[in-house]
């Protein structure tokens, strides 16, 4: 699978480790940064990734933030993403399963590293369930169609 990464100064760390993690696990890996750890906006960093997921380039993205909730409001402002913030292996399994979330968003400062690896090996080998949520999915389309008009 291709998956695209990134995280702000939150997270560096946990990124580093779960990109290891995922180019062990044999998954193709696009890296949208941080190269360092500096302090930045993650916005600019939740941007390309949920664009590369859009756009169908990736499979699927994980970004990483101190909370993960800043990522993944800025990813859901673009079109067809269904980020999920993950606290919970239940989480992991659900956001895919009964959501189709594209991509996860975790805490590096709230969440072991150990977890994160385990919410992102879930959320990665976790199909989704389809059947009676694909209408829920199909209206959350409509809205975010009516939201650019």
């Known amino acids: 699978m291709k998956i695209a990464i990134a995280c702000d100064h939150g997270a ?3 990124k580093v480790m779960l990109v290891d993690y995922l180019k062990e696990s044999g998954h193709e890996i696009v890296d ?3 190269e360092e750890n500096r302090t930045v906006d993650y916005p600019d960093y939740a941007l390309p ?3 590369a997921v859009s756009a169908g ?3 699927r993205g ?3 933030c101190g909370t993960g909730l800043g990522m993944a409001m800025a990813a859901n402002k673009v079109p067809g993403i269904r980020a999920a913030n993950v606290v919970s292996t239940e989480f992991a399994k659900l956001a895919r399963e009964h ?3 594209n ?3 975790l805490s590096g400062r709230f969440t072991e590293p150990e977890l994160n690896r385990e919410l992102v090996r879930i959320f990665l080998e976790t199909e989704f369930a389809g059947g009676h949520h694909i209408p829920r999915l199909e209206k959350i ?6 939201s650019s008009q």
């Open 12 to 14: 560096f760390d946990q």
């Open 32 to 34: 949208f940064g941080l």
């Open 49 to 51: 990734v949920a664009e």
């Open 57 to 59: 380039t990736v499979d």
């Open 62 to 64: 994980v970004l990483v």
């Open 99 to 101: 959501n189709d979330a």
């Open 103 to 105: 991509i996860i968003t």
């Open 141 to 146: 389309a409509k809205i975010e169609e009516r």
